[in-house]
């Protein structure tokens, strides 16, 4: 009887403690998810009443690490060594596995990004722990309980799922760029930024960077300050290209609704929503989109939305700041004009 009590006992966590965020990083520049993981990371430790902690791994960032105490980190671990100047798996895991073994926090998170499910993935095999992936809900039960409630989309995105990790530590979990608000902005934060030595040696990793090659195709939405986002209603994919020049005016990427993607307009990586990607611009255009709830989901964070639509009673002007009624083959090539005109 005591034998299968103890079996069916809950284990006892007690040694863990702290929210972690894994920031992530590329040439010294911080992904924003970093941040907007660092706002929710930072609620979730205020209901278990314990420090919002953070990770910053590269070579020449300690800049990185003052960021992070300015957007919500109590403690930020630095590991800095030319090892890690570029993202490869293996330091960046042997990294993470020492610290998460030496300080033991509760909770991790992660960006949904290649670089990030990549980690977390190496990660969860290793110590061995759960690891949920693409979250877009994150709560936490309150105390004595301390679950991680890690909800995401499930059955083709017909249902959410909220999965726990009630036999393993920490809770992991990697949550989907643009989904959470990151906290403003405060210099006047003051945290601790404490060093964690690079337990890897050049000599000890198979992989090496020889060269990046830009991929000119690749569209970066989740990072794009524009986007110009096409419909149906562009009528056929010839409609794109002149949506693209108003994006390169603008300094932006172009953005699509499923259903173009669906009809082979444009490629899925351009897609915005449910079940593409999630975006908060600071300017979204939306020419020739109805506004149904699987688009709007993606794009109603952004700072400033635009519409252009023929139909008044489109959804999509429910969420737009700005409404313009009309034909888009009229209005996007005059915006374009008056774009270069100003940009001289
Ligand atoms: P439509 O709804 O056909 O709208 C076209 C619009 O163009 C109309 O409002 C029309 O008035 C306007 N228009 C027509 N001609 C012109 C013109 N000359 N000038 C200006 N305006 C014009 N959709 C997504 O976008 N992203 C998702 O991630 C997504 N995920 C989904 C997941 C599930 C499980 C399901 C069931 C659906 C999902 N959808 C998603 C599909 C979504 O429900 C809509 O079908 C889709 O967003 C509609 O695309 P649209 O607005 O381009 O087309």
């Not at 609620?43 to 590269?58: I, N, P, S």
């Not at 690891?131 to 301390?146: G, I, K, N, Y």
């Not at 020889?210 to 010839?238: C, K, M, T, W, Y």
């Not at 897609?271 to 600071?282: A, D, E, L, S, W």
Request: proline residues 6%.
């Amino acid at each position: 009887m005591t034998e299968k009590i103890k079996q069916n006992a809950e284990p006892d966590w007690s040694e863990y403690r702290g929210v972690l965020v894994v920031v992530e990083q590329r040439d010294g520049k911080a992904k924003p998810v970093s941040w907007q993981l660092l706002g929710i990371g930072r609620k979730l430790a205020q209901k278990l009443e314990v420090d919002t902690l953070a990770l910053v791994m590269g070579h020449d960032v300690e800049h990185l690490a003052r960021e992070a105490v300015y957007y919500g980190a109590d403690k930020v671990y630095i590991a800095d060594d030319p090892v890690l100047k570029h993202y490869r798996t293996y330091p960046y895991s042997r990294v993470c596995l020492e610290l998460f073994r030496k300080i033991k926090p509760e909770i991790v998170l992660f960006g949904a990004t290649y670089t990030g499910r990549d980690l977390a993935g190496a990660i969860a095999t290793h110590l061995p722990t759960g690891l949920t992936a693409d979250c877009t809900m994150l709560d936490v039960e309150p105390p004595p309980s301390r679950l991680l409630l890690a909800s995401r989309p499930a059955f083709s995105e017909k249902m959410v799922a909220t999965i726990l990790c009630k036999k393993y530590r920490p809770q992991m979990a990697t949550a989907r760029p643009g989904v959470f608000d990151a906290l403003p902005r405060d210099p006047s934060r003051q945290g601790e930024m404490i060093p964690f030595p690079c337990p890897v040696k050049e000599e000890d990793v198979a992989a090496r960077v020889i060269d990046f090659i830009q991929d000119e195709q690749r569209v970066n939405l989740e990072d794009a300050s524009v986007i110009v986002a096409g419909g149906r209603g562009l009528g056929g994919p010839e409609g794109f290209k002149v949506l693209k020049e108003l994006a390169d005016a603008l300094g932006g990427e172009v953005g699509a609704s499923r259903a173009v993607v669906e009809a082979g307009w444009i490629s899925h990586d351009h897609q915005v929503g449910q079940t593409g990607h999630t975006v908060r611009p600071k300017l979204y255009i939306a020419v020739g989109i109805s506004g149904a709830v699987q688009h709007v989901v993606g794009m109603q964070n952004s700072d400033v939305i635009v519409a252009i639509n023929k139909d008044p009673n489109a959804p999509i002007f429910k969420v737009a700041h700005y409404g313009v009624v009309g034909d888009w083959a009229e209005i996007v090539p005059a915006m374009i004009e008056e774009v270069k005109k100003r940009r001289g």
